[in-house]
């Protein structure tokens, strides 16, 4: 089983579109959790760490639900620069390295 | 404010060369990584390091060593590269590895 798993996509959506995208982890002592960016042929950028109470950040809403083990990102009212792919990403407790699930991509269009 | 540096950018080696990719940080972070990512199999842990003097291997460390002798670089090294090293690598750091990592912009390697 992998360790961090996200649907590949691509998601294709309106601008103005609501969208969500899961990813569910393997390990039950995962203990931190992130979002990443990723824009073509670039490197990944943090988008935002998740919490356990979930967290907003303007049109971006990170939850986790630790019973399930998996983590959710939806995006409010889409941007064409939301074009991108999505990493769901995973740290494990003891370790300070992270996991990458294979990221979704997000295809917004006019 | 550079935050991490990856030279070079594109490189093109032949089977059997060596050489290293470099990587520097100036945010003093203790935690540094090395990652390949290669298409359809997102990004893989090679390397990773602690702090300075101090490095441990990740998922996919054959082929490639490392050293941390400072605590801003963080240089790779392919002994004898092979095709199948062909991929974008990407060094990241983070100050405590707890929280989110900042990447470089990455070196796009082909072996032929």
């Known amino acids: 089983r992998k360790e961090v798993e996200q649907d590949p996509g691509p998601f294709n959506v309106p601008e103005g579109a609501t969208v969500a995208f899961n990813c569910t982890y393997s390990n039950s002592a995962s203990q931190s959790f992130f979002w990443y960016r990723q824009d073509c042929r670039k490197e990944p950028k943090l988008l935002m760490s998740?919490?356990?109470s979930g967290n907003e950040d303007g049109r971006f809403t990170a939850q986790l639900n630790r019973a399930s083990q998996y983590i959710s990102l939806l995006i409010r009212d889409s941007k064409l620069s939301d074009s991108a792919t999505y990493l769901c990403?995973?740290?494990?407790?003891?370790?300070?390295?992270?996991?990458f699930g294979k990221g979704t991509m997000l295809l917004v269009s006019p | 404010n550079a935050g991490v540096t990856q030279t070079p950018k594109f490189q093109v080696l032949k089977t059997g060369q060596s050489m290293t990719l470099q990587c520097a940080q100036d945010m003093n972070h203790e935690y540094m990584s090395w990652y390949r990512q290669d298409p359809g199999m997102g990004l893989r842990l090679i390397h990773y390091s602690v702090g300075a003097g101090i490095t441990d291997q990740g998922e996919v460390p054959n082929g490639y060593n490392v050293s941390r002798s400072t605590t801003e670089d963080f240089p790779l090294r392919l002994l004898s590269a092979a095709p199948s090293q062909t991929s974008v690598y990407f060094c990241?750091?983070?100050?405590?590895?707890?929280?989110?990592?900042?990447f470089g912009s990455g070196t796009r390697l082909t072996v032929v």
């Open positions: 990403v995973v740290r494990t407790s003891g370790y300070s390295t992270l996991t």
């Open positions: 998740v919490y356990s």
């Open positions: 990241a750091s983070s100050a405590t590895g707890r929280d989110g990592y900042t």
